[in-house]
Antibody
Framework: QVQLKESGPGLVQPSQTLSLTCTVSGFSLTSNSVSWVRQPPGKGLEWMGAIWSGGSTDYNSALKSRLSISRDTSKSQVFLKMNSLQTEDTAIYFC?????WGQGVMVTVSS | DIVMTQTPSSQAVSAGEKVTMSCKSSQSLLYSENKKNYLAWYQQKPGQSPKLLISWASTRESGVPDRFIGSGSGTDFTLTISSVQAEDLAVYYCEQYYDTWTFGGGTKLELK
């Protein structure tokens, strides 16, 4: 069945770079786009960006300058890298193909 | 960027009540070539990932109870729960996928 699972550090220092991995199963990355969505504590959902089935990417204009999404199809993994983290980037980070979602990973930005 | 606006932000309800919530987009989500509205509704309960309820503005996902009804076209959309159950207390988000993706701010259903 379709599964997505996020992994990465739970704590990141301010101004540092966040690196997250989404490992998927039950579908092919070359047939589906994968998005990253985040949710600050107690707040709503924010679409961050996506990598399309063909490998091209789209980003939320508010995050575009700091965000990079890539993938390794041989490992069924999608990667998120975001630099210059601040406390307001504290959130649960989800990967999703919209019908299916990972459980999310909580990332806290703090010194 | 397409902006999605949901109202109300929260609503207190009693079991058995009919509930409606609104979602408005800053531009039309109706694609003329296929006459489809690129609008989805999600339900999110505390501590859980969002769950897709409805896509194409009105198509329920498999297993979603028929008390959840999506309607609307163009820029104005509505999610109706015909008779709210206790398990429906959650936050509901609309999402456009006409041009990448954008979520609305959510409507929280609470117990009256």
């Amino acid at each position: 069945q379709v599964q997505l699972k996020e992994s990465g550090p739970g704590l990141v220092q301010p101004s540092q770079t966040l690196s997250l991995t989404c490992t998927v199963s039950g579908f092919s990355l070359t047939s589906n786009s994968v998005s990253w969505v985040r949710q600050p504590p107690g707040k709503g959902l924010e679409w961050m960006g996506a990598i399309w089935s063909g490998g091209s990417t789209d980003y939320n204009s508010a995050l575009k300058s700091r965000l990079s999404i890539s993938r390794d199809t041989s490992k069924s993994q999608v990667f998120l890298k975001m630099n210059s983290l601040q406390t307001e980037d504290t959130a649960i980070y989800f990967c999703t193909i919209h019908r299916y979602w990972g459980q999310g990973v909580m990332v806290t930005v703090s010194s | 960027d397409i902006v999605m606006t949901q109202t109300p932000s929260s609503q207190a309800v009693s079991a058995g009540e009919k509930v409606t919530m609104s979602c408005k987009s800053s531009q039309s989500l109706l694609y003329s070539e296929n006459k489809k509205n690129y609008l989805a509704w999600y339900q999110q309960k505390p501590g859980q990932s969002p769950k897709l309820l409805i896509s194409w503005a009105s198509t329920r996902e498999s297993g979603v109870p028929d008390r959840f009804i999506g309607s609307g076209s163009g820029t104005d959309f509505t999610l109706t729960i015909s008779s709210v159950q206790a398990e429906d207390l959650a936050v509901y988000y609309c999402e456009q996928y006409y041009d990448t993706w954008t979520f609305g701010g959510g409507t929280k259903l609470e117990l009256k």
